[in-house]
Structures are given as structure tokens and as C-alpha cells.
């Protein structure tokens, strides 16, 4: 397998997952700061990941602004009778860009397999919207040294499916599991190492698709180590948790990239 595979340079993507947080007074207030603080701070592409409720808030809020919007979730269905599903074409109904696939605290809770994950991300690229596809490890597989097989499955698994092309132009997250709101966040050393074996992977079924594909970095990303995490070249942004619900914290997180 090829390593470090080299990539095009990206301005710096910074997305904030909402998770389950959220009132109309209080989504407003924090966009209005997050338009604010990112006045002086042209060098990096922002999206808000909301709850479904709030996608015509944020379509409101932020259209014709430089930040765009996402969802957390769609469904692997077109359409049909699946109560409590959104497909890909409701999304697109208010404006949404970006879907989060596959984040652990859904995979975990709802017992989702590899290739439902696989079926849901090929639904947001056949949709037009770009997926934000999110793999880990959790804390026993990276103690047992596993790390890369597991994150390797995840990815092979649309591979096998789709096609190394699939990922083209689309967004992947290494979130590992045991970093999750849990304030420990991974070295930039052990981020590194992840995401270039993550874009090697997808070059081995497709060099072209790897040179395209965005790699952020999830897991209790916070001011302090966005810094170091947002300056290896290998990491071409975040996607943040907790953090996102604090303005002065996500504008400093923002702040971290390199000019």
C-alpha cells in the first residue's frame, strides 16, 4: 500500500455537531456569534450540523452567509414506510450540504452495521450531498493494537460495495470512540498516523477519489489542541462536539487554522 499518498490542499473545514442540543432562542443567538466571530477568519469553511427541527432555522439563518448546513443522519431509503426516517431528498428540501453517516453514539445505540452505514453514505452522494463519514476505534481495540484493521473494515466495506471512486469529494472523520466526549483527545502524533493510513486505504481502490477526499479529525476537540491538530498538514480540519455549543470556544477552534 502506498503512504502518504499526497492530497490537494484544503482550506481548513471546521464542522460543529450539535448532537441532541437546541432551542430556537438558543440556535440564534449562537449562529448570530458564530457569524460574528468569523468575520475575521476567511481562511476557514464552517458547517453547522443540526438537529432535523432546526434545518429551516438554519436555511433561514444562515443563507447567503459563508457558513453552510448539514443534518446528523438520513435515512438509506428513497422513500416508503419507514416512521421516524428522513430521506436524503427532505434534507435537500432546506438547503442541506453535508450529512453526518455513521457517528459512533448512533452506530453504538442503534446497532448499525458497516454496510448500512455504506447504504447511507452512497444515498447522500447520490443525492448530491456530501457525506461526513465518521470511523474509530474504540479503546480496547487501539490498547490490543487493532486500531487500523477496524477503521480498515469500515472503509473496505464501501469499497467493496461501491467502489474506491465513492469517495470522491466526500469527507471522512476519524473520531476515535474512546475520545468522544470524553476530554481526552488523540495526540496529534496518533491522529497523524490514522489519517494517512485512512488515505492510503482509499488510494489503494483509487488514487484519484484519495487526492480529493477531506480527512477531519473528531474526538473532544477543544481550543487548546485544535492548534496543534489543525497545523499537521495531514489533518484538513475538525469536527467538533461540546465545543460547538460554546461560541468563544468554536471561533478559537476556527482561529487554530493556518493561514
Given amino acids: 500500500m502506498p503512504h502518504s499518498v499526497p492530497h490537494s490542499a484544503f482550506r481548513k473545514l471546521v464542522v460543529a455537531n450539535w448532537k441532541m442540543h437546541g432551542s430556537l432562542a438558543f440556535n440564534q443567538a449562537l449562529v448570530e456569534g458564530y457569524l460574528q466571530g468569523l468575520q475575521a477568519l476567511p481562511q476557514t469553511d464552517v458547517v ?64 448499525e452495521s458497516d454496510e448500512n452505514i455504506a447504504e447511507k453514505f452512497m444515498m447522500a452522494k447520490r443525492h448530491g450531498l456530501t457525506p461526513i463519514l465518521c470511523v474509530g476505534e474504540t ?23 461501491f467502489g474506491g471512486g465513492a469517495f470522491t469529494e466526500a469527507i471522512i472523520s476519524y473520531e476515535p470512540i474512546w475520545a468522544i466526549g470524553t476530554g481526552l483527545a488523540a495526540t496529534a502524533e496518533q ?5 494517512q493510513f485512512i488515505r492510503d486505504t482509499v488510494a489503494s481502490a483509487d488514487q484519484a477519489a484519495a487526492a480529493t477526499l477531506k480527512i477531519l479529525y473528531g474526538g473532544s476537540v477543544n481550543p487548546q489542541n485544535a492548534v496543534q491538530l489543525l497545523n499537521q498538514k495531514e489533518i484538513d480540519g475538525a469536527l467538533v462536539g461540546r465545543c460547538s455549543l460554546d461560541v468563544e470556544q468554536f471561533i478559537k477552534i476556527c482561529q487554530a487554522s493556518p493561514v
Fill in 48 to 111: 453547522v450540523c443540526v438537529p432535523y427541527p432546526y434545518l429551516a432555522q438554519m436555511q433561514s439563518l444562515l443563507s447567503g452567509s459563508r457558513v453552510a448546513w448539514g443534518a446528523q443522519n438520513l435515512a438509506k431509503y428513497e422513500q416508503g414506510a419507514y416512521t421516524g426516517e428522513v430521506s436524503a431528498d427532505m434534507l435537500r428540501d432546506f438547503g442541506v450540504q453535508y450529512v453526518i453517516i455513521g457517528h459512533s453514539e448512533r452506530s453504538t445505540a442503534y446497532c
Fill in 139 to 161: 479503546l480496547l481495540e487501539r490498547e490490543a493494537g487493532v486500531m487500523e484493521r477496524v477503521v480498515g473494515k469500515q472503509l473496505e466495506t464501501i469499497i467493496r460495495l
Fill in 191 to 195: 491522529a497523524v498516523s490514522m489519517h
